[in-house]
Each structure stands twice: as C-alpha cells, then as structure tokens.
C-alpha cells in the first residue's frame, strides 16, 4: 500500500487558497480514479482506492497545515509503511505557477506542512511540488498562499490538477520522471 497525503487546512474558508493545492490533487485523482467514499480516520480524510496494480490510500490531514505530520504519522503506524511508502501533495512557492515536480528527501524550504511531517516521520518521502510562484517579496508569502486562485487562473488550475489525476498511474508504479514529462506535455499549450 502507497499514503498519498494531500496538505491543506480544513474549512470551506480555505477551499481554493493556493496553500490547498494538495487537498485539491488528493479530490482529483479519488474522482478521477474512483476511489470509496470518504471515511474520517487518522486525524483527517481517507479514501482507498487502487491506481493500476497499487492499493492508495489518500489522505487529507484534518489537523491545520502546521500539525500535518501528526496525522500522516498516525496512518503509517497503523499500515506499518515506511517513509518511502508516503507521496505528499503540496504548493511550492519556488516552482512556477502550475509546474509540478517531484523528488525524494530534501528540507522544508520553509514549508509548514512539510517540516511537520519531516518532525514525524523524517526526510525520506516523495514530494509532489505543485508550482505556485512567489508574490516577490517575503513579507507578501503568508497572503499569497493563503489567498484564493485568481478568476484568471482557474482554468490553469483545472488543467493542471487534471494532468496529475490522468497521468497518476506512473506516480504509483514508481516512474516520477515519465509523471512528471507526461503532464508537462499536457499543459504545454
């Protein structure tokens, strides 16, 4: 079984913040992939599913963006996976708006949700850093990531959350670079 973590805050007040980008990649890709229904565990949102041959479990941290790790630590202790089972969804501030990559291990680079789960279960997961560009200067970043997607970016965001449900079937056989070049293929119009 693979955890792929969603991070965002709970509350319809955070829906569309950019900051809950991983929330939205965890719907699409349950959505896409028909996933069960949600169920409350583990401090948050779960669903089971199966991508290809691989059983996902999807989760939502329920425990605001800065406790995210409590929650995605109680779900491997009770699965028994290690680190390199754990997939997190999340916005970067560093990629473009809209780009996605994705590696293994690394720090928090400042990231609340991230230096939370590295305090829980340590460096050795997979990151799916989902662009969201920077507003330029530091004193901007906690508005920005917390303010909602512009009118004018919604089709972007649909786009690109689409190419990550589509192209998620090579993020859970393990092939991160052909995941990563297959959706920029797709938003490279």
Not at 63 to 79: D, H, P, V
Not at 113 to 126: A, L, M, P
């Amino acid at each position: 079984m693979q955890l792929w973590v969603g991070l965002g805050n709970p509350g319809p007040q955070y829906a569309m913040n950019r900051h809950n980008v991983g929330f939205m990649a965890c719907d699409v890709i349950a959505e896409m992939h028909g996933f069960a229904p949600t169920q409350k565990k583990f401090q948050g949102w779960t669903q089971e599913g199966r991508i290809g041959s691989e059983r996902i479990l999807l989760l939502k941290p329920a425990t605001f963006m800065n406790k995210s790790g409590q929650s995605i630590g109680e779900a491997m202790r009770y699965y028994k996976l290690e680190p390199q089972d754990v997939t997190v969804f999340y916005d970067e501030l560093d990629l473009d708006p809209f780009r996605v990559k994705v590696k293994r291990g690394g720090g928090a680079a400042g990231h609340n949700g991230i230096r939370s789960t590295i305090q829980h279960i340590g460096e050795d997961f997979r990151r799916v850093r989902i662009g969201i560009g920077h507003p330029g200067h530091k004193d901007r970043v906690t508005g920005y990531v917390l303010g909602n997607y512009g009118k004018s970016e919604q089709g972007d965001l649909v786009q690109m959350l689409g190419a990550i449900g589509a192209e998620a079937e090579w993020l859970a056989k393990g092939d991160d670079p052909r995941f990563m070049s297959d959706i920029a293929l797709r938003l490279q119009d």
